[in-house]
């Protein structure tokens, strides 16, 4: 529920005709979190589709103004009110002032704060929770302990027990960063996160979470204590998961044991991508999971 403290601001109409809107959502006297909300004109008849983003970034990465790789634009377009938020401590949300202290836990409260905010907007209670890397930890916890409001997942470089790559000498190095801030350098972008991106894609990146992109780390030091998820069987979703051969986190074994610990799930579906990297929703094949998050919609709604 709103608070008198929330901030909504004016509904705006992009070029294509998209509304658009953003608002600060106040959970307490030093926490907002920023929302865009996107929809289109008229009837809305697909479930409202929760955006939630991976560490070292924000809900900006949904909206990439580029190559119509915009994921925010493509779920509206179709008939969904979509929302991308910012994590606390990550984009416009309010930044903490120790970063270990975001955690999962502290994400988990955020995401749950974002549906009661999109019940009361659309009056509906179930919505698809899409989860990019961290949020890919963060989305299945959610629909773990309120599985009656989450109708669909959508995991994307889905990261749930072990992960591709040896993080045990970066984990420990980002424990000791003073101020639990860190950086990103823009040279890091291409080669780990999205080596099949465009150009143009590539170059957005490294100007929006370049050098000067401060991120909280306590997200990363929470793969330390993977798995997250305590009784993955309370999930009654339908799952689909999206990951790329070139993915150095997101490995076949860990999407088949995380498919198999949600022996609840209504359905579940593995979309491997080969030649994509950890970001499949804006490198070469995004349009095939824009369609294949698209499908899950239709498909609870």
């Known amino acids: 529920m709103p608070t008198e403290k929330t901030r909504i601001g004016p509904i705006l109409t992009q070029d294509d005709g998209l509304r658009v809107r953003e608002t600060y959502l106040r959970l307490d006297p030093r926490t907002d979190l920023y929302i865009k909300e996107k929809w289109r004109p008229g009837d809305t008849p697909l479930p409202p589709s929760v955006l939630l983003h991976g560490a070292g970034m924000d809900g900006a990465g949904y909206d990439v103004p580029v190559d119509d790789v915009s994921l925010l634009d493509a779920l509206a377009r179709a008939g969904s009110r979509a929302y991308a938020f910012d994590f606390r401590g990550h984009g416009r949300s309010s930044r903490v002032e120790d970063g270990t202290a975001v955690t999962v836990e502290t994400s988990i409260t955020d995401t749950l704060a974002i549906l009661d905010f999109v019940?009361?907007?659309?009056?509906?209670?179930?919505?698809?929770?899409?989860?990019?890397?961290?949020?890919?930890?963060?989305?299945?916890?959610?629909?773990?302990?309120?599985?009656?409001?989450?109708?669909?997942?959508?995991?994307?470089?889905?990261?749930?027990?072990?992960?591709?790559?040896?993080?045990?000498?970066?984990?420990?190095?980002?424990?000791r960063v003073p101020g639990g801030y860190a950086f990103t350098t823009e040279e890091e972008w291409p080669e780990l996160y999205i080596p099949s991106a465009s150009p143009a894609v590539t170059a957005w990146h490294q100007a929006h979470f370049g050098t000067a992109y401060a991120y909280p780390v306590g997200p990363y030091l929470g793969v330390g204590q993977l798995p997250h998820l305590r009784r993955p069987e309370r999930i009654r979703s339908h799952v689909l998961v999206v990951t790329g051969e070139l993915d150095p986190y997101a490995t076949v074994a860990d999407t088949d044991a995380f498919l198999a610990a949600v022996s609840g799930a209504a359905s579940t579906r593995h979309l491997r991508q080969e030649g994509v990297g950890h970001l499949p929703y804006v490198e070469r094949q995004a349009r095939a999971v824009q369609d294949a998050i698209i499908g899950l919609l239709k498909q609870v709604s």
């Open 119 to 175: 019940a009361e907007v659309t009056g509906r209670e179930q919505v698809v929770l899409v989860g990019e890397s961290f949020g890919s930890i963060v989305a299945p916890v959610a629909a773990e302990r309120v599985p009656e409001r989450v109708a669909g997942l959508a995991l994307l470089g889905l990261i749930y027990r072990t992960t591709g790559a040896d993080l045990d000498e970066a984990l420990a190095e980002l424990a």
